[in-house]
């Protein structure tokens, strides 16, 4: 038996190892590993770590079952509340949620939430373990735009419902974010993603893929012609920021977004692949979130000395802590209080460097964070041949501009109730970073959830 002060570590890849590969970085427990790190679990009658799950997972009951070896039964317990364990076991910022509130975090390491959700997914999937549906079909027909986080987990929760429910999905694969914008190191596609996916379309759900909503078929449409008595916009922010420098348009320019699609739905990672993609030798990555470190991180496994630029301080960078530790121990460099000029472009238009400016951090902003400032006469260039621009993204308008009656804000996020997602069409709901912009994957896992109780509550009063 471990010290009940410190949780029993994970194994992962040597960093100069899986630099080199696109396999799986954490490892995971096994079952003993996990039996014994759960029993550093107190049981509390009044569980913090619930209240800060956006999914209001019963966590105390999953890791009771685990406790006693009885992994089933734990994956019962998490599968009533979230359609997608294995994704959450895995990218989920559990520092910052249920762990941040897990009682025996106050005195030495909060019990490891997210890597015993992680076990007891990847188990009942090795073992072929699905979640149970057990009520009768209401007959009522539900349309959910978009397979990202979301909208699974609104598709999922209204199938459990007894709702006829058809997932109309833009791209030829399912999985959305989870599928172009998560690298394999982090999110394994084949064994994890599409797995998931499956288990949501067991539960009796539909889909269709290649399905552009606002082009093929309107909203207006699925509600008017094709008997949909209820839609949910789950179709995420995909459309990348600029900074509007000078030689941004050169070529070696790339959208994180753009940059990890290619690699992950087109698999450029792989040699078996004839996807064209610039691995570049020199790379820099503006930008300090999750995106710009799973871009800088791949861009190392393609063979690249990788520079991260952000414009503030390591404290003010909005990845997760585990996301910059991982790209540090793989060597990638982070200029930190640093901010690009204008891009250098070579004779035949492609990018050749990058002339940056040292930043200070001055007086805090409308965020709270404190506004870096330009420190005269520090600037210096950066020898590259590949620029990725990861500066978040905002809704595609595409679908609210060909809906009618749909309010969107001056960000071109559609307008919806954060409670319940419906917006200001009725019958319409959304929700996701179609809502918000930009954020992260078990907050829209959270938002797919409210809406399908929404859409539950709307649908059940317009009967009577």
Request: charged share 25%; with cysteine; hydrophobic share 40%.
């Amino acid at each position: 038996m471990g010290d009940v002060l410190t949780r029993i570590p994970v194994r992962e890849q040597e960093p100069k190892v899986r630099a080199t590969n696109f396999e799986e970085v954490c490892l995971g427990y096994n079952k003993e590993e996990a039996m014994e790190e759960a029993t550093r679990c107190i049981d509390c009658k009044n569980a913090q770590c619930i209240k800060g799950c956006p999914v209001s997972i019963d966590i105390p009951g999953f890791i009771r079952e685990v406790k006693e070896g009885k992994i089933e039964q734990a994956y019962q317990v998490i599968s009533k509340y979230s359609a997608l364990p294995a994704v959450c076991g895995r990218v989920c910022p559990q520092e910052t949620q249920c762990e941040a509130k897990c009682i025996r975090g106050i005195k030495g390491d909060a019990v490891s939430i997210g890597k015993l959700e992680r076990f007891v997914a990847d188990w009942a999937r090795e073992h072929n373990v699905k979640p149970v549906k057990d009520v009768e079909d209401k007959g009522k027909k539900v349309a959910v735009i978009g397979s990202g986080p979301a909208g699974l987990t609104c598709a999922g929760d209204l199938a459990k419902m007894g709702y006829d429910v058809t997932i109309f999905e833009a791209l030829h694969e399912a999985g959305g974010v989870l599928s172009y914008g998560i690298p394999e190191f982090r999110l394994p596609k084949t064994a994890v993603v599409a797995a998931e996916v499956e288990n949501v379309l067991g539960l009796g759900v539909k889909l269709e893929t290649n399905a552009v909503v606002g082009k093929s078929v309107t909203i207006d449409d699925l509600m008017d012609k094709e008997g949909f008595e209820a839609v949910f916009i789950g179709s995420g922010a995909g459309l990348p920021k600029f900074m509007g420098i000078p030689g941004e348009n050169a070529n070696g320019v790339f959208s994180a977004n753009e940059y990890l699609t290619r690699n992950n739905l087109m698999k450029a990672f792989r040699e078996d692949y004839a996807t064209p993609i610039r691995g570049g030798k020199k790379v820099a990555v503006v930008g300090g979130g999750n995106v710009a470190m799973d871009a800088a991180r791949t861009a190392l496994r393609l063979g690249a000395e990788v520079h991260i630029v952000y414009r503030r301080g390591e404290a003010e960078l909005p990845a997760r802590v585990e996301e910059v530790h991982h790209a540090k121990e793989e060597g990638i460099i982070f200029h930190l209080l640093t901010n690009p000029k204008e891009i250098l472009v070579d004779e035949n238009g492609w990018v050749k460097g990058m002339i940056c400016i040292e930043m200070e951090l001055g007086e805090p902003d409308e965020s709270g964070r404190r506004r870096p400032v330009e420190k005269a006469g520090s600037e210096f260039t950066l020898d590259l041949d590949t620029v990725i621009m990861s500066l978040g993204t905002s809704p595609n308008p595409l679908i609210s501009s060909t809906t009618k009656g749909l309010e969107v804000n001056k960000w071109k996020c559609i307008v919806a109730d954060e409670e319940k997602g419906a917006t200001s069409r009725p019958g319409v709901f959304a929700g996701g970073d179609a809502v918000t912009g930009a954020a992260t994957v078990i907050l829209a896992m959270g938002a797919g959830k409210a809406a399908a109780k929404g859409i539950d509550e709307y649908l059940s009063n317009k009967e009577k």
